[in-house]
């Protein structure tokens, strides 16, 4: 697909929002139309050789009596067995690539462009393999009158189609473009996308499909240390090489206090042999130095010698395309933004409340993290090997603004995180930044005590998804769930959420802080449904983990630094988006609390058990905020809290960005939710109590 002459269009939509309809108007402007999805039934039509394979895979009763295939019944057999759905993808998948490079390879080299038209790319993990990712919404009034007219079908069941799909805010959030279908002209709209796709997109799948980078060992030098690690006995062989630099600076009171630059080489072995595992990690070693540490790795064993073949590097798409590599940008630079955001936040901060500012802290920090990793793995006395890399770079502005009136000190705290290059410090994003660290921190000199007491609690999207990161996912990490540290251990397929509660970890998020093109043992990043409509859909899995529980690697096997072993993590983790209006759940909040920002807190991860600070609330009567309260936590149950969501918002767009610690090993997440609203929190106050309402 990166191979093409010409630029890829991704194009998607939700149901019955008109994708065929813009895809016409494209190819009214001489693009090609691909129905990628036509190409999956397609693979197998009655006589294909891809319907003869799923034959031999899963037995005549997949056939319908007519010869075609029963999708029907596949469906219904692969529903709930992973194994079953990873033999049936492993069949269609390579298929129906191969038609659709074989589609693309046969147009014409001068073709303007492919639209590669699917219902599902975002729910695929897809949507950043393109030059440009554009998904058609429309109002879903409409949407559901479309569907209901075209396919003669009840108002619930059209809904329930819709909502068996992302949502138009999630799909908005891959989308270089989101076209509204909802009856205005699109010719405006559509030409000048086009316009500047067609500027833009070689340099856009340049820096989306990098072409490899210089390596440290040779793809047949990593083979051969494989081979030595694996020459006597073991089902698996691993090895994990990095390349990371970084820098931070911190200034505190106008003076740079921290300016630190590092450089990492390093490398670690893995081998695992049943249940045991080795391993090994080296600082900037030799060839000659990783084979003596697989020599010593391998010595315990007394099993034969793998057969490790060949390693081919397979090479994938980030979802973070990077302009301005920050390894590349020099130091003065850095300090020049450091000093222009803290005097901003002066500048804020006076403006808001003259003298009240005591303290303008301001970090900045980059990382760029390169990785190779060759892994050689035996499946049913086959071995197979793979060599993958990866690119990962990563840049985060904090600051921290301190106000005080003569009795009190009140911080405000505000970070601009993304996998980005350094081109996300535009002017607008740092004095977006240093402003809500002032604002925050000048606001709540004239906060009051919270009330004490159990509250319906609305946390407002800007609230960003701590809770659900901190109190549900964690218990989604497969390690936990197998080792019955998880309130969710041993539900799946059970309803753990109220209906509409679906809860999503996604690694293909453009630039978020969360996102990368491979995880850390070399698989794809992708889309994992966690929860669907309060059923639990599947955990986040490491190679370890899912082989243990007969499901397929996710993604989310993830390492602080070559000197750790991978475990299940999160990426991007976030409540689904509903569909009522933000401003209707507050307004019928008659007494309560609105939450704008969670600070820090504990969790237990067992029981889901979570106290969170409140660094930005409001005491809402009548549905209107009465007061900005301070020193507030809130405390409840995490998995009763899902239980209890009946009102959920459409407005999913802000993440909050963290690194997350597990076992001693720091990873980059962000995490996000819509407008919820909690029925009954225990908001922890200074205040009187006030009688519950509950
Ligand atoms: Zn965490």
């Known amino acids: 697909m990166h191979a093409s002459p010409f630029p890829i269009l991704g194009l998607s939509g939700g149901i019955a929002a008109g994708k065929s309809f813009v895809a016409g108007k494209l190819a009214a402007r001489g693009w090609a139309v691909v129905d990628a999805d036509g190409l999956a039934r397609e693979a197998v039509l009655p006589g294909s050789e891809g319907l003869t394979a799923l034959v031999a895979a899963f037995g005549p009763g997949c056939l319908r009596p007519d010869g075609a295939l029963d999708r029907a019944w596949l469906a219904a057999h692969v529903f709930s067995d992973d194994a079953a759905r990873a033999r049936l993808n492993a069949i269609l998948h390579p298929r129906i690539e191969a038609l659709l490079a074989g589609r693309l390879a046969g147009l014409p080299a001068d073709t303007r462009g492919a639209v590669l038209d699917a219902a599902l790319w975002v729910e695929r993990g897809k949507a950043h393999h393109f030059d440009a990712f554009w998904t058609v919404d429309a109002p879903e009034v409409l949407r559901l009158q479309r569907l209901q007219a075209r396919d003669g079908i009840t108002r619930e069941a059209a809904l329930a189609r819709l909502r068996a799909q992302a949502t138009p805010p999630e799909r908005a ?118 084979t003596e540490a697989a020599r010593t790795l391998a010595a315990p064993g007394t099993g034969g010698a793998a057969g490790v073949p060949a390693l081919l590097l ?52 980059d990382s760029t993290q390169r990785v190779w990793i060759a892994a050689a793995e035996s499946r049913n006395g086959a071995w197979s090997g793979t060599l993958t890399e990866d690119h990962r770079t990563q840049v985060v502005l904090r600051a921290n603004v301190t106000a005080g009136d003569g009795t009190q000190l009140q911080t405000g705290y505000q970070a601009l995180g993304e996998t980005r290059g350094f081109e996300l410090f535009t002017d607008e994003a740092v004095a977006h930044t240093v402003r809500e660290a002032a604002r925050l921190a000048v606001q709540a000199l004239d906060a009051q005590p919270a009330p004490a007491g159990t509250f319906p609690v609305v946390l407002s999207s800007s609230a960003g998804g701590t809770m659900i990161h901190e109190a549900c996912g964690h218990g989604l990490e497969a390690d936990l769930a197998l080792a019955g540290m998880s309130a969710f251990a041993g539900k799946l397929g059970q309803k753990v959420a109220a209906e509409g509660v679906t809860i999503i970890d996604d690694g293909t998020l453009p630039h978020k802080r969360g996102s990368q093109a491979i995880d850390d043992e070399g698989n794809p990043v992708s889309r994992v449904v966690l929860i669907e409509n309060g059923v ?119 993440f909050d960005i963290g690194t997350c610690g597990k076992d001693g090993q720091g990873v980059p997440v962000s995490d996000a939710l819509p407008t919820i609203l909690c029925p009954a929190l225990v908001v922890g106050g200074t205040a009187e109590p006030l009688p519950s309402v509950i």
Not at 210 to 223: E, G, I, K, N
Not at 233 to 250: C, I, K, N, P, S
Not at 319 to 341: F, I, N, Q, T
Request: proline residues 6%; glycine residues 10%; charged residues 25%.
């Open 173 to 290: 959030l891959h989308a270089d473009l989101v076209i509204p279908n909802d009856g205005r002209d699109l010719t405006g709209i559509l030409a000048g996308a086009e316009v500047a796709l067609l500027a833009n997109w070689k340099v856009r799948r340049a820096r989306t499909w990098r072409t490899p980078m210089p390596a440290p060992f040779s793809a047949d030098q990593l083979r051969d240390v494989l081979a030595t690690l694996l020459s006597r006995g073991g089902d698996y062989g691993e090895a994990f090489v990095e390349r990371r630099r970084a820098h931070a600076l911190g200034m505190d009171d106008g003076r740079m206090e921290d300016v630190l630059a590092s450089e990492t080489f390093g490398a670690s072995l893995r081998l695992v042999d049943g249940e045991t595992t080795r391993f090994a990690d080296l600082i900037a070693p030799t060839f000659e130095e990783l």
């Open 314 to 365: 397979k090479t994938h798409p980030t979802p973070s395309p990077v302009e301005r590599d920050p390894g590349r940008v020099a130091l003065s630079e850095k300090v020049a933004l450091v000093r222009r955001a803290e005097a901003l936040a002066r500048t804020e901060a006076e403006a808001l409340r003259p003298g009240a500012l005591k303290q303008v802290s301001v970090g900045y920090g």
């Open 536 to 654: 639990l859909k599947a955990y986040l899995q490491s190679r370890k983990t899912s082989r243990k529980m007969n499901a397929e690697p996710t993604g989310n096997g993830r390492r602080e630094s070559y000197r750790h072993l991978p475990i299940p993590r999160m990426r991007n983790t976030f409540l689904a988006a509903g569909s009522e209006a933000p401003e209707a759940i507050l307004r019928d909040l008659d007494r309560g609390l609105l939450v704008k920002r969670m600070g820090g807190g504990q969790v237990d991860t067992v029981t889901g058990n979570f106290v969170f600070q409140v660094t930005e609330g409001y005491w809402v009567e009548n549905g209107e905020p009465k007061y900005p309260v301070k020193n507030a936590t809130l405390s409840g149950c995490g998995p009763e809290v899902l239980k209890g969501l009946t009102r959920i918002g459409t407005d999913l767009h802000h």
